[in-house]
């Protein structure tokens, strides 16, 4: 029986003692290299146990339909440090493009043909936490019909201007970043 795959978490640690400003998309090809594309070309199969396993048979349905990209923030030195939120500046994009190998298309007889196209995910919601490592607060915001929206507790606020809600407050404080396939 065949599970199809409707999100991928990819947690993206920060370079250590690198504070310098960086991007979801440089973020994303560090981690994962290849793997992206590898596991984005891979039907997901659930195994005795339920533990996954990869087949080798591209689909339009192993590709996720909702990317999540978690940045890890807190950050500890080593075993004895405290743990410390690291607020270095990750921009995100209102579209990503993540590249699948072989996804080009169907060749003769049906099979996949080997030309590797851009997925493109939207960005559709962003959580975040404001505070330090050890206390804080989360909240989130989201698009809707009504256009991106701020769900603080029981206050709910219209964002006037994403982009530069994107470039300042995500950047900073942003930890779980939610893209949903076009």
Same mark, same amino acid.
């Given at each position: !029986?065949?599970?199809?795959?409707?999100?991928? @978490?990819?947690?993206?640690? *920060? &370079?250590?003692?690198?504070? $310098? &400003?960086?991007?979801?998309?440089?973020?994303?090809?560090? =981690?994962?290299?290849?793997?992206?594309?590898?596991?984005?070309?891979?039907?997901?199969?659930?195994?005795?146990?339920?533990?996954? =396993?990869?087949?080798? +048979?591209? $689909?339009?349905?192993?590709?996720? *339909?909702?990317?999540? *990209?978690?940045? +890890?923030?807190?950050?500890?030195?080593? +075993?004895? %440090?405290?743990?410390?939120?690291?607020?270095?500046?990750? %921009?995100? &994009?209102?579209?990503?493009?993540? &590249?699948?190998?072989?996804?080009?298309?169907?060749?003769?007889?049906?099979?996949?043909? !080997?030309?590797?196209?851009?997925?493109?995910?939207? *960005? @559709?919601?962003?959580?975040?936490? %404001?505070?330090?490592?050890?206390?804080?607060?989360?909240? %989130?915001?989201?698009?809707? $019909?009504?256009?991106?929206?701020?769900?603080?507790?029981?206050?709910?606020?219209?964002?006037?201007?994403?982009? $530069?809600?994107? !470039?300042?407050?995500?950047?900073?404080?942003?930890?779980?970043?939610?893209?949903? =396939? +076009?």
């Amino acid at each position: !029986r065949e599970h199809r795959t409707t999100e991928y @978490t990819v947690v993206l640690t *920060l &370079p250590p003692d690198d504070d $310098s &400003p960086t991007t979801l998309p440089a973020l994303l090809a560090r =981690r994962l290299r290849d793997e992206v594309v590898d596991i984005l070309n891979h039907r997901v199969g659930v195994g005795a146990f339920g533990r996954a =396993r990869l087949r080798r +048979q591209w $689909s339009w349905e192993a590709v996720p *339909l909702y990317l999540c *990209l978690f940045v +890890q923030r807190a950050h500890r030195a080593d +075993q004895d %440090s405290p743990v410390v939120k690291r607020f270095v500046r990750v %921009s995100a &994009p209102l579209e990503l493009d993540v &590249p699948v190998r072989g996804a080009g298309g169907a060749a003769a007889g049906g099979a996949p043909a !080997r030309a590797d196209v851009a997925v493109r995910y939207r *960005l @559709t919601g962003v959580v975040v936490h %404001s505070g330090d490592a050890t206390r804080g607060h989360y909240y %989130s915001v989201v698009r809707t $019909s009504l256009g991106w929206m701020c769900f603080n507790d029981v206050v709910v606020t219209a964002v006037a201007n994403v982009e $530069s809600w994107l !470039r300042h407050t995500a950047a900073e404080n942003g930890e779980l970043f939610l893209y949903r =396939r +076009q």
